[in-house]
């Protein structure tokens, strides 16, 4: 299962690579990437258990990027009204689209089979758990990190922002 690094790795290459130069939109597609993995959050605070809920809930399922998509398409057709403009169906789709891409790439990641370390923690501590991802993270910055690299190359990206 991938880290929050592997998440935002890729959900910054899928947003580069859509033509996203905005340091607030890049940060808002990282959080988007790593969006499904807040039922660690939410199984800490129901239950003292950071993994209790971890992939058990509608946050790691196929839907849940639609959903989320279709909440960034209402947002931004929201926000053009708010202008005192009718959205095209552009600047509702685009976003959609981009939303449900980035949280879908999490649902995708957590199923690929790197060779993570799979070691329970001992305890439900959230702090424990992030200790116990370091060699997750080296996985996930040699194998998404490289991949990140020959997608923005490919696109032409420098990886600065505008």
Do not use: C, K
């Amino acid at each position: 299962m991938a880290t929050p690094l592997g998440h935002s790795i890729i959900g910054y290459t899928l947003a580069r690579a859509a033509g996203v130069q905005s340091p607030a939109t890049l940060a808002m597609a990282l959080g988007a990437a790593s969006l499904p993995d807040i039922d660690f959050i939410v199984g800490y605070v129901a239950n003292g258990d950071a993994r209790s809920l971890h992939h058990e809930v509608i946050t790691h399922r196929p839907v849940f990027p639609l959903l989320v998509g279709a909440a960034a398409g209402i947002a931004a057709a929201g926000v053009a009204l708010l202008r005192g403009r009718v959205p095209t169906p552009r600047q509702v789709l685009g976003p959609a689209a981009l939303a449900t891409a980035l949280v879908g790439s999490h649902v995708v990641m957590d199923q690929l089979p790197l060779p993570y370390d799979q070691m329970p923690p001992r305890t439900g501590n959230p702090w424990e758990v992030v200790a116990g991802q370091a060699w997750n993270a080296v996985v996930d910055m040699a194998a998404y990190g490289t991949l990140a690299m020959l997608v923005l190359e490919r696109h032409g990206v420098n990886g600065r922002t505008a």
